[in-house]
T-cell receptor, first 116, second 112 residues
């Protein structure tokens, strides 16, 4: 079983909807990440939180809004998405506070998002 | 610039055959880490191995082995006696001073 839990596993939403993706880890990791993965492509980094503060934003459109309520939880709020935003959204965590220093990223199984 | 190349897009092998997945990287940094991840159809990325730039020792873990050669900037991954459960997409990745860079991935199909 994965130690990073993502919900929901599947989400279908319209372009005017507001929804959220959730991620939880209980490994005591201090860095958490959101990645976007299109079919047959590698994951692309979106955001990094280090010690509950946003440390990296890879120029992601504002219709994606991350939130880290505490060190175990990471949310991704979605609003006014486009069909091209349909993808697998992966959450990850690591022990270190900076992505560059990570020994190992632990990934969740992902949330598969479809925007109609 | 940092870059990871996995020249093999798709590989098919028959069960019990050995298979090597190639990974070539580019970086100007002297300190970096290399990784291999497995992504089965379930979607989760599973960590397989990490190597730092100062450790060129090859490693074996069960049926898996890794060959790190700085001289050729390669970090190849060999599966011995492949099994159907090895079918997945495998990503080689590089970290340096700012971010993780994934290669494009190699899709491995092991046919029974």
């Amino acid at each position: 079983d994965t130690e990073v839990t993502q919900t929901p596993k599947h989400l279908v939403m319209g372009m005017t909807n507001k929804k959220s993706l959730k991620c939880e880890q209980h490994m005591g990791h201090r860095a958490m990440y959101w990645y976007k993965q299109k079919a047959k492509k590698p994951p692309e980094l979106m955001f990094v939180y280090s010690y509950e503060k946003l440390s990296i934003n890879e120029s992601v459109p504002s219709r994606f809004s991350p939130e880290c309520p505490n060190s175990s939880l990471l949310n991704l709020h979605l609003h006014a998405l486009q069909p091209e935003d349909s993808a697998l959204y992966l959450c990850a965590s690591s022990q270190a506070g900076a992505e560059v220093d990570t020994g190992e990223l632990f990934f969740g199984e992902g949330s598969r998002l479809t925007v109609l | 610039a940092q870059k990871v190349t996995q020249a093999q897009t798709e590989i098919s092998v028959v069960e019990k055959e050995d298979v090597t997945l190639d990974c070539v990287y580019e970086t100007r940094d002297t300190t970096y880490y290399l990784f291999w991840y497995k992504q089965p159809p379930s979607g989760e990325l599973v960590f397989l191995i990490r190597r730092n730039s100062f450790d060129e020792q090859n490693e074996i873990s069960g049926r898996y082995s890794w060959n790190f050669q700085k001289s050729t900037s390669s970090f190849n991954f060999t599966i011995t006696a492949s099994q159907v459960v090895d079918s997945a997409v495998y990503f080689c990745a590089l970290t340096s001073y700012d971010k993780v860079i994934f290669g494009p991935g190699t899709s491995l199909s092991v046919i029974p």
